[in-house]
């Protein structure tokens, strides 16, 4: 099973002729993606060739042709499509995450960053209304390992298993996807780490929670916000299945923004040290780095085998 993205997505790419929309594809489809279109008003009606390598099992490295649609809804009526992944420069993302919604996509992958704050609550809010889910902005998407990958999360550094994630780090997730290699994951999700995010820790946490294939959740926080502090009242109040954590930023002098937008501490406010009390309180282990959080998972799932 998996939360959000399985085998069966239909995946359109947004921005899939510019540069890091193609390489991305690229990979995506060597996951095993299924990418029915890319998105660019100006190339519409033609094809881009992918040279996927040999990993895309019975295709023998053939280049798959992907068509390019002028807008979400056209690619949505030829193809079906229910996912969208957006490549899209900071200044145009808004008006790219309108059109799909619009367009009524059930899901949203924003893995620009730099948007402003201004746009992403317009935005997030507006796909909110047309029941569109984002996931983003500023992310690096999700990965069903196995089924399939919309992103940038690198997909050979894992295997599908029984670990659910959810992290505002894309560089700790890839950390804990391959320190838990050997057990692996239903879904890693990316929710970015900007001030305003369309899809949240809770959101995941319930999703996990009623997957029946995922046995542990491990969420990744980082300083700033209080968004830790208010999934463990969720842990507390909602959530069933063994929980661990991994917070970032420890070390981070009060006051200054350190990495993503959200990651600023004011006062005792959104330190790592309170986040950390609060899912400690709840009964989430919380590792003191990466490595210790891994070990945390192992003992975890150890007790409950």
């Given at each position: 099973?998996?939360?959000y993205l399985t085998k069966e997505s239909k995946v359109l790419v947004q921005g899939m002729t510019g540069g890091e929309g193609m390489k991305h594809t690229r990979r995506m489809l060597a996951a095993g993606t299924n990418v029915v279109g890319g998105v660019n008003p100006r190339k519409a009606g033609r094809t881009v060739d992918f040279d996927v390598p040999q990993c895309l099992?019975?295709?023998g490295g053939t280049p798959i042709a992907v068509p390019v649609f002028g807008s979400v809804a056209d690619g949505m009526r030829a193809t079906g499509a229910d996912v969208t992944v957006v490549f899209v420069?900071?200044?145009f993302t808004k008006a790219a995450v309108i059109e799909a919604a619009d367009a009524g996509i059930g899901l949203a992958v924003v893995i620009t960053e730099g948007?402003?704050?201004h746009d992403s609550v317009v935005f997030t809010a507006y796909a909110k209304a047309k029941g569109t889910r984002i996931i983003g902005p500023n992310c690096p998407g999700l990965i069903t390992p196995g089924q399939s990958n919309a992103g940038i999360i690198p997909a050979d550094i894992t295997k599908p298993g029984r670990i659910g994630l959810v992290s505002k780090s894309g560089t700790l997730t890839y950390q804990l996807m391959y320190e838990l290699r050997d057990i692996g994951f239903s879904t890693c999700v990316g929710i970015g780490g900007d001030p305003v995010v369309g899809t949240t820790h809770i959101d995941c946490l319930?999703?996990?929670q009623d997957?029946?294939?995922?046995?542990?959740?491990?969420l990744i926080g980082e300083i700033g916000g209080d968004a830790e502090e208010r999934a463990a009242a969720y842990i507390r109040d909602h959530v069933t299945k063994p929980v661990v954590g991994y917070i970032a930023g420890f070390t981070a002098p009060e006051g200054k923004t350190?990495?993503?937008a959200g990651a600023i501490v004011s006062g005792s406010s959104g330190t790592a040290a309170a986040?950390?009390?609060a899912l400690e309180a709840v009964g989430v282990g919380v590792g003191s780095t990466p490595t210790e959080t891994a070990r945390l998972v192992l003992e975890r799932l150890g007790a409950n085998a």
């Open positions: 099973m998996a939360i099992k019975g295709l420069p900071p200044a948007i402003p704050v319930a999703a996990f997957d029946p294939d995922t046995e542990l959740i491990v350190m990495g993503h986040k950390e009390e």
